[in-house]
Every structure is written in C-alpha cells, then in structure tokens.
C-alpha cells in the first residue's frame, strides 16, 4: 500500500505513522527506462500527539527528503504515509530565504489566511496580531520587511506564519542553526510553550544532538536513508546501541 492516508484520531493514535517507507527519485528522461534511486529505506515510526521527536543524522543521510515524504511533496516507492491531523506545516532553516523581502510583515502573515479563503480583512488582521503575540513580537513588527528585522525576529514570524493555518503537526527543519546560542534558546523556549499552549507535535530534525537533548522527548537516529536508532532521548544519549549513534555522540562532546 503506497501513498498518504487521513485518518481520524483518537487521544491513543498517533499524530503521524510512517510505515515502512521507501523513497527517492528517478534518474532518467522521459523516453528512458527511469531507474529509482532510493534515498530513504523501510523506514516506520510513529509521532504522538503533544510530542517532540528529534531527528538526527549526517548531511545527505534523507533528513530532507523524509520531510518531503511528510508533506505530501514526494511520493513514496512503497508504504504508507498516515496523518491523523490536518495540513502539517514546515518551519524552515533560514528564516531570510524563507519570506518574501518584497513585503511586510503584515502580507507575509495574512497570505496564508488569504489562501485558507479567509476573505474579512478585519478577521484575518485580528488573527495576525493576535498570532504575532503569541510568539512574542510585537505590532510595530507589521510594517517591517524582512531585512529589518533580525534573525530571531524573523523566525519567529516563520513560525507565526506556519501556525495561521491552525496545524496540529509541524517539521522543523534545523529552525535554530542559523541563529546565535542565545536566540537559539529564546527560539527552543517559544517551541516548548507553544507545544503546551496548542496541543503541538514537532518533527524536529537537527543535526545538533545539543539541541535535540534540551528539547525532544524522543529521537531517531537516521543514517543513509536508515533508521538505526530509535528511542526515548534519555535512553538513547545514556545507553546507545548502534555505532552510528555513538559516533554521533562522540562528535557532540
């Protein structure tokens, strides 16, 4: 059974099953016989309601394409894809390449309410101001274009952003690398109460085990396309089983 499936949840059901994915791409053009070339193998786990689950692995080890899998942006070769909630959102790397620098913030943040056929000027800018407070900016941020903000600040509309639609499940893919450490835990910190305050459940993904020790509940360990690894944060970082994964830990110390 192949492709993405909505289910309805119940409070014991996970939020997201992955079971069994394989996917890639094909190589080839069109009047070639394409071969697939696999990027993720017979990969399944699960994300539960209200949980933050960290996903670590090298560079080029299918982070990305995993979250693409996720997001309905790549079809997997075989398995199946479940969400049990509606229109999972993406909170990105750069918070710059991520905005438009041609508009304010104001535009950025009521598109995705336009897109929802949210058509009440006065509703949507109550939404965005009130989104805006909740993660901690504030009014005079509206009338500010991307450049003019810093880098926490953009983040933060990021955020905003991806929450106007209402999501119960969020990818956050490396959300805090390009930040200084400081803004980077005021940035962990909003995650957190967030989580709390909306009932959220994260894909983290993160190459820094640092971060994902601070924040997640559970982690998987993925290497070239594999998951190796799975478990609750504390039982993995304490007592590793794979290689890959003490590597990893190595390197973090």
């Known amino acids: 059974m192949t492709g993405q499936h909505k289910k309805k949840r119940s409070p014991e059901e996970p939020a997201?099953?992955?079971?069994?994915?394989?996917?890639?791409?094909?190589?080839?053009?069109?009047f070639l016989k394409r071969h697939f070339h696999a990027v993720l193998h017979d990969v399944s786990f699960d994300v539960f309601p209200n949980e933050i689950l960290g996903l670590v692995g090298e560079s080029g080890t299918g982070k990305s394409t995993l979250a693409r899998v996720i997001?309905?942006?790549?079809?997997p070769e075989s398995g199946e894809v479940i969400h049990r909630t509606e229109s999972p959102q993406m909170i990105f790397q750069d918070p710059y390449s991520a905005l438009n620098p041609a508009y304010p913030?104001?535009?950025?943040?009521?598109?995705?309410?336009?897109?929802?056929?949210?058509?009440?000027?006065?509703?949507?800018?109550r939404q965005v101001r009130e989104m805006?407070?909740?993660?901690?900016l504030p009014d005079e941020?509206?009338?500010?274009?991307?450049?003019?903000?810093?880098?926490?600040?953009?983040?933060?509309?990021?955020?905003?952003?991806?929450?106007?639609?209402?999501?119960?499940?969020?990818?956050a893919d490396e959300?805090?690398?390009?930040?200084?450490?400081?803004?980077?835990?005021?940035?962990?910190?909003l995650l957190k109460s967030l989580r709390a305050e909306l009932g959220l459940s994260y894909l983290f993904i993160s190459h820094d085990l640092n971060v994902v020790y601070q924040l997640c509940d559970r982690v998987l360990v993925m290497k070239t396309g594999r998951v190796v690894e799975q478990g609750a944060v504390a039982d993995v970082?304490?007592?590793?089983?794979?290689?890959?994964?003490?590597?990893?830990?190595?390197?973090?110390?």
Request: with cysteine; aromatic share 4%.
């Open 16 to 30: 997201l099953t992955l079971r069994n994915v394989t996917a890639g791409y094909r190589e080839g053009g069109a």
């Open 71 to 75: 997001l309905g942006m790549l079809k």
């Open 105 to 125: 913030v104001s535009w950025i943040l009521e598109e995705p309410l336009r897109l929802a056929g949210v058509r009440d000027v006065p509703e949507r800018r």
């Open 132 to 136: 805006l407070e909740r993660v901690g």
């Open 141 to 171: 941020c509206l009338k500010a274009k991307p450049l003019e903000l810093s880098g926490g600040q953009r983040q933060r509309v990021c955020i905003a952003a991806a929450l106007l639609r209402r999501p119960k499940f969020l990818i």
């Open 175 to 189: 959300p805090v690398s390009a930040l200084d450490v400081t803004i980077q835990a005021q940035i962990l910190a």
């Open 237 to 253: 970082f304490a007592n590793p089983r794979h290689e890959y994964t003490r590597e990893l830990l190595a390197a973090a110390e």
